[in-house]
Structures are given as C-alpha cells and as structure tokens.
C-alpha cells in the first residue's frame, strides 16, 4: 500500500471498515472472531519475562505496588535513569527495538502505564495527572530522585503530565509524536472530506462507556490489524509476533474498558491542562510530517526551554518501530 493511499482515509474506511469487515464472517459460540489460518494465537506468546530477556542489555520484567494500583515494567542497562512510556494499542514491547541501543548509555525503565499491558486494571484513575503519579511513585520506588522521560502517544500525555506535576523529578522531556490533552481536541472533526487525511476515530469511539468491549472483545486483533495495515511506513517494522503481542494484552472485555478509560479521562485531562504552568525542564519534540507543525506549535507554547524538534519521515506515527536508529540517536544526544 502506498504512503498516499493510507493518508487518504475517513471515517467511512476507520472504524465503519473495522468492524462491517465481519459481515459474513462465522463467529465462534463465545461471539469472538476467528482468528485467519496460520496467524500467530496470543496463548503462544512468551510472557513479559520471556520477552524482556530476549532483548540485549540485560532487561528483566518486574512490578511494583504503587499509589494504589500495580505497575510492570522492563528495566535494563546502567546509566542515569530514563522513562519509556508508550501508547495505544501497544505496550512496553513497543520499544523493544531501542531498548537495547538506549541501554548502553542509561538505565532504561520501559513501563506499561496504569491499565496497559502487564500492569494492574482498576477501576478508574485513568487521568494523565493520576497516571503521571504513578510513573512517579515508581521512580521514587526504585531509588531516583530525578528521570530523564520520554513518551509515545498516550505515553507523551502521561510524560508531559510527569514533568508538569512532578518538576523536581523531571531532568528532561521527550515528546513522541502526541502533546498532553487541551482544548483544541474540542475542534477535532467527526467527518473529513475526502483526501483531507487520516479520521482519528477511535479518539470519539473509545469514549463510548460499554460499548467498545462489547463490539471489540475477542476481536481486537482486528483493531490492531487495521491500524497497522493503514498507519505503518513498512508493514514489516511491526511483524506477526509483536501483533500477537498487543492482542494479547487488549483482546479481551478488561483491557479494552482500561484502555477505554485513558479516552474517557480526556475531558478531565483538559481541565487540568488549564492550570499547569509550562513545563520548565528541557524538552525535545519528535514528530512524523503530518504532526510535525502541531507538536512543534504546541510545545511552543506550553514549554519554557524547547530545544528542537525532530521530523521522523519515515513513519506515519509509530517512530520507535518505524525508525529506531533515529529516534535512539535523537534521544541519546538530547539526554546527553
């Protein structure tokens, strides 16, 4: 699929094609969809242990009790600390790519944030500001006093909710490709001409209470597929295994209404947007070519020591998946 055919997508061919893709399909007794011949199950995934392992640096899975709710996370190599958040529909897996190469130089802690992946699922909290206290706590937990953070999609939202909430903690700040939640999530369109771009219609569906694991559950991978199949520079940069792996952590009724919760949280996330000053720790903006303007006038304007902005061109959105080599070179020089 070309980079201009998977741009030139609207409602029409979003959420509608996700789930009218089903007509016709036989589902099983349970309602889930059958999964295609040969495609990887999500019970023969390695577990977060097994996963962190294969990677080099020497990382290793864990948990920790904090503020409430349980967190995972992946830690390796030696250095100063750095915070990898990352988004929706992924987890710390995410980053498998530039985990080894940052690990040379800091002490890298990938975690899934409150509701993601193997951390716990409760019943609310989904705030930025609530899940930026939990990153914290984490931190403190483990022995820092300050972290260098970096954050992907709903992961940036978190991170730039940490550096906000949490200034003594914060050393430096990377945003991916996404600014924490204000007011202009108000002026997102529910319709798009045609050839006008990409219909972020998950950011109104996810917002629906009930009903997202009622249509979704024991389909998600659906969800996954399409996304991927619409959104990647390269089909392979996200393969059939890590696929199977976000399945696994989202396909079911619990993990949709968790993740359900960081959209349904959003009005607050904008509230609270209102009262921050602007973040006064250094900042860098990493961002593909259609988000590129936005993140950079954003972060323009809610920080005080912005110090570039990186365009990754060779990604629709997933930057560490897509392009590695440069995210893990611009995060190593930023952080010095």
Not at 120 to 133: C, L, N, Q, S, V
Not at 248 to 262: E, K, L, P, Q, V
């Amino acid at each position: 699929m070309s980079l201009d055919r998977r741009r030139v997508l609207a409602l029409g061919a979003g959420a509608a094609a996700v789930f009218t893709a089903m007509d016709g399909v036989a589902f099983a007794d349970d309602g889930s969809a059958p999964e295609p011949a040969g495609r990887l199950s999500a019970r023969d995934v390695p577990s977060d242990a097994e996963l962190a392992c294969s990677l080099p640096g020497g990382f290793r899975s864990d948990y920790a009790d904090v503020n409430g709710t349980r967190l995972h996370y992946v830690a390796g190599g030696r250095g100063e600390p750095l915070v990898l958040l990352p988004g929706w529909p992924e987890t710390w897996w995410a980053d498998r790519k530039i985990l080894p190469i940052l690990a040379q130089r800091y002490r890298v802690i990938a975690v899934d944030a409150r509701g993601q992946g193997g951390s716990a699922r409760p019943e609310g909290g989904y705030d930025k500001k609530t899940m930026a206290r939990d990153v914290y706590e984490l931190v403190r937990g483990l022995g820092y006093r300050s972290v260098n953070i970096a954050g992907h999609d709903i992961g940036a939202m978190v991170a730039y909710s940490f550096a906000a909430n949490h200034p003594d903690a914060t050393r430096a700040l990377a945003m991916l490709d996404v600014v924490h939640p204000d007011d202009s999530l108000y002026q997102l369109p529910m319709l798009l001409p045609p050839n006008a771009g990409f219909n972020m219609w998950w950011f109104a569906f996810n917002q629906v209470v009930g009903l997202p694991q009622d249509v979704m559950a024991g389909r998600f991978w659906r969800v996954i597929e399409w996304l991927y199949d619409n959104s990647l520079y390269d089909q392979s940069h996200v393969t059939e295994l890590d696929r199977a792996v976000y399945s696994r952590a989202y396909d079911n009724r619990d993990g949709i209404r968790a993740s359900c919760g960081w959209y349904q949280a959003l009005n607050q996330d904008i509230a609270d947007m209102r009262t921050y000053d602007k973040v006064s720790a250094p900042v860098i903006g990493l961002a593909c070519p259609s988000e590129f303007d936005r993140v950079q006038s954003t972060l323009q304007n809610v920080t005080t020591d912005l110090r570039g902005m990186v365009q990754v061109s060779k990604s629709m959105h997933w930057l560490a998946e897509d392009d590695p080599e440069l995210v893990s070179r611009t995060l190593t020089n930023f952080f010095g």
